[in-house]
């Protein structure tokens, strides 16, 4: 079905810019604003468009920010023209996000802009256009003024649409939709409609909703119900609120499980013509956040199993690809994810789009400061003149959406144990309340005294970043009852995909936090001599997932507060993919300290980072992700699966098994399974079953010595077997193998395949300390746009058609092109080893959904 959407039109402005990056030490051409600047010599490029990802990487810069030259100038210029009958319409520029500091112009003059790199916005353009001419469109970005704790990206980075409207139409994300009651026979919506008038003259305007169904497709289905027409007088230049209601028949909820949708159609009519048509998809859900029996979805009790994600999308960078971004919440998924928090930002809208259609809560995050600052030049500088306008322009743009479910205010603000922090916290809230009154604030607080000192009472739910052990305290605090609290960051791991380090630290199980010491014994060779506690040589970090900074815990003490305080609505983890920047434990900077109130415990870092800040740290991006960079599971990956889907059959062991150094040393080997009990085998030999005790999440054999050969672990679910997996030494590196997650992608010029490359042996098992050169030849209608390998330190660029394996595993990342279809056939090659191929289909309107990889 086709709705009439003829008069409010929405175009893509994403391609053919010309783009500079200023470089360091040059001054910004102030001209490029006019019309008449010369842009000739600058390149062409299709946003959304991230110029620093390009690198290249410099062991000079900081790591906390992933050594990249994110921070320059950089101008875009489009040259556009509008046909002569659009003359007597509004047109608008929205630009999804643009990092940072953007200034508009339109033929030469400023038209707007935005400090905050993060934030949707909308320019309107209308009285500065050559209507039937050409027009020029400058945007000026300075992230030289911007401060940041993780790699922010650079350049304008989501979509930009050009919207053309009525002089009578809807305002920005104007229609504000809530479900004030729900039953199984029927679901009231309301539709609060704002109406403006950019006429001259007075205008009675008609306004009507329908609602529709919605399926998975985004297509509409059919009416379910229909408001009363009312009629309202709206002044010149006014604006007025038109309130619709809407009776739907036994609503269809919005689950997890299924993620039932409805889509509204409110049509703007003014003397019988039709000016505007508005849609907008929403769901009907409730939510309950109770003090003492968790978090309720329609009356279901739901533990949060949710992910912190900092928003770029790895060797892409920033700029945003909806296929990317949907892919990292397949893989999420797959763990058993069901939220995410939007750390430490609000997302690209598409984000929410994607969790609604596949069924993930979302924490709406705003701010990662308030006033006090973290880093120099960071939000704290736009904070008093912004924060309202900010708050209210990210709520109105996420409230409708079913998946949205609490707002997170602020991350880890320093005015926390400050008067101050509450008179801003109850400020933001009687904001918020303006926008949405259905979902709770919270604010993700890393000091615990802020659970017990009066600033929890102005949070609806309390969000703890870490201190789990608080969980308690805070529960126990007389003021506390009826207070639901839920852990907004926790756990911090740290590991490197595929790296393991000798002794293995088992204390993990039960301590408050982990805590690791310095970087030493770096580019040794004999791995027995690097740090137990998980920190390794080449400033890698071990994957007995035994390690966390000293405010952080292991996800086995982590699951154990949870599992002791029911009471919790669940977690979020710091982080499921690993991104750029951040890359603690080896940051060459002080952003360590940002985590330590204690004064001690500030001392002790400072040291540390004076010391690193001696060496050249390669660290580029973080060690916290359940899975890489590239997507690539770590080995925690099983043990959160294990937890999070416990009727999934499954069994994970590590280490791998190709120690050729260590024949004969105790080599201790985990088990991450959702069963109960497990058996392990060593070359055909058991090592005895062993059954998971209270509060234990994994099963360790602590003495196995180490033989090439065969490890196998046969799991059990009461008593009956239930999983297993084997883990074999591979032989030597003989071949390339490839795989994609999808082998047929539209031709839309957007769409990506995501292929893994393995090194194995002749039988096809994986090489795990594998480092080989691949090289990449593509034929046919697509482009190599990305690749990379999970390898924090490396400083090969993504942008390459070569790149190292990471222990045996690299990424490719293939792009289609807009409107040629056809076979793309990309070869993987590497010296000594047999090369791989694999065939791409890139078509219109193909089902793209189809897969080979698991
Ligand atoms: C938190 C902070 C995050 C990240 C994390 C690392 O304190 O909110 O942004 O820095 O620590 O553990």
């Known amino acids: 079905m086709i709705l009439n959407t003829s008069v409010r039109s929405r175009i893509s402005l994403n391609g053919g810019w010309r783009f500079l990056v200023v470089p360091e030490g040059n001054t910004s051409p102030e001209s490029a604003c006019e019309a008449d600047f010369d842009d000739s010599g600058w390149r062409t490029v299709n946003l959304p468009h991230d110029w620093a990802i390009e690198g290249p990487f410099d062991i000079k810069l900081d790591g906390a920010t992933g050594k990249l030259p994110w921070r320059r100038q950089g101008w875009y210029r489009k040259t556009f023209t509008l046909p002569a009958t659009d003359s007597g319409k509004r047109i608008f520029l929205d630009i999804d996000g643009a990092m940072a500091n953007s200034t508009i112009y339109l033929n030469g003059k400023k038209a707007g802009g935005r400090p905050y790199g993060y934030m949707p916005f909308r320019t309107e353009l209308t009285e500065l256009l050559n209507f039937g001419g050409e027009n020029v469109l400058a945007v000026h970005l300075n992230t030289a003024k911007w401060g940041s704790r993780w790699y922010p990206g650079a350049g304008i980075y989501r979509n930009v649409w050009l919207v053309k409207t009525h002089p009578v139409s809807i305002g920005r994300w104007g229609v504000h939709i809530q479900t004030p009651e729900i039953s199984d026979r029927e679901g009231t919506v309301t539709l609060d409609v704002t109406l403006e008038n950019r006429s001259d003259e007075p205008v009675s305007v008609r306004v009507q909703s329908m609602v529709y169904e919605y399926g998975p497709d985004a297509q509409p289905g059919k009416v379910v119900g229909k408001s009363a027409s009312c009629t309202l007088s709206i002044p010149p230049e006014g604006s007025k609120v038109a309130a619709q209601k809407v009776a739907v028949p036994s ?71 909806t296929r990317a971004f949907e892919r990292q919440m397949e893989i ?23 969790c609604d259609r596949m069924g993930i809560l979302v924490q709406v995050e705003t701010f990662d400061c308030w006033r006090w600052s973290k880093t120099p030049n960071d939000y704290s500088a736009w904070f008093d003149e912004w924060h309202e306008r900010d708050l209210g ?176 609505h669940g977690e979020f983890v710091w982080t499921g993919f690993d991104y750029i920047g951040e890359p603690t ?57 294990a937890r999070w889907r416990p009727e999934w059959p499954m069994a994970h062991l590590l280490p791998h098994w190709n120690w050729p150094e260590r024949v004969g040393k105790v080599t201790p080997v985990h088990l991450y399974t959702s069963g109960d009990e497990a058996e392990l085998f060593v070359n055909g030999t058991s090592l005895g079953r062993k059954k998971k005790g209270e509060f234990e999440y994994r099963l360790r054999w602590n003495d196995v010595c180490y033989q090439p050969g065969e490890l196998k672990a046969v799991a059990y679910k009461n008593g009956k077997k239930w999983a297993e997996d084997i883990v074999k030494t591979a032989g030597n590196a003989a071949r390339l193998s490839m795989s994609a997650d999808r082998v047929r992608i539209a031709a839309d010029g957007y769409d990506l395949s995501f292929i893994t490359v393995r090194v194995t042996d002749q039988d096809g098992t994986l090489v795990p300390r594998t480092h080989n ?36 595993l690299a990424l490719v990342v293939v792009r289609s092109v807009k409107g040629r279809c056809g076979t793309v056939r990309i070869r993987a090659a590497a010296q000594g080893l047999e090369c791989a191929a694999i065939t791409l289909r890139s078509g219109m309107g193909v089902e793209t959904s189809e897969k080979n990889e698991k």
């Open 251 to 321: 609503p269809k909820r919005w689950e997890l499980t299924d993620p039932q949708r409805y889509l509204s159609v409110t049509e703007v009519f003014v003397q019988d013509r039709l000016v505007d048509t508005f849609l907008q998809p929403f769901g009907f859900r409730t939510l309950d956040f109770t003090a003492n029996e968790g978090f309720r979805l329609n009356g279901q009790r739901v533990a949060v199993q949710g992910v912190c994600m900092h928003h770029d999308l790895g060797p892409l960078g920033t700029a945003f690809n």
């Open 332 to 354: 999420m998924k797959e763990m058993g994810v069901n939220a995410l928090r939007t750390s430490h930002n609000p997302p690209a809208p598409e984000v929410l789009e994607i």
């Open 585 to 641: 434990p080896y940051n060459d900077d002080m952003t360590n300290l940002l985590n330590f109130s204690d004064p001690e415990k500030q001392a002790e870092m400072k040291a540390e980072m004076n010391r690193l800040g001696n060496v050249n740290v390669p660290s580029r991006s973080s060690y916290f992700g359940i899975v890489d960079l590239c997507g690539f599971r770590k080995d925690r990956f099983y043990m959160y699966q």
């Open 773 to 808: 050169t691949v090289k990449y030849t593509l034929e046919g209608p697509g482009e190599i746009v990305a690749v990379g390998n999970g390898n924090p330190n490396s400083h090969e660029s993504f942008q390459s058609t070569e790149r190292r394996v990471f222990n045996g």
């Open 393 to 568: 322009d990210i709520m109105r743009m996420a409230r409708n959406h079913p998946s949205v479910f609490m707002w997170c205010l602020g991350n880890e603000v320093n005015e926390l144990e400050s008067p101050e922090g509450i008179e801003i916290v109850q400020r933001l809230k009687s904001i918020a309340r303006r926008y949405d009154t259905s979902c709770p604030v919270t604010v993700g607080s890393n000091r615990p005294q802020a659970s017990i000192n009066g600033f929890q009472k102005h949070v609806d739910v309390f969000g703890f970043n870490y201190f789990p052990a608080y969980y308690d305290v805070f529960q126990r605090h007389e003021e506390n009852r009826g207070r639901p609290f839920v852990g907004t960051e926790t756990a911090s791991c740290i590991s490197s995909r595929g790296e393991y380090f000798f002794p293995v630290f088992d204390d993990f199980r039960g301590r408050p936090s982990g805590g690791y010491p310095g970087r030493s014994a770096c580019g040794s060779d004999d791995v027995d001599e690097k740090i137990s506690r998980g920190t390794g040589g080449d400033f890698q970090m071990s994957s007995y997932d035994v390690g966390a900074p000293g405010w952080a815990a292991t996800p086995d003490y982590e699951f154990m507060m949870l599992d002791k305080n029911p009471a919790a």
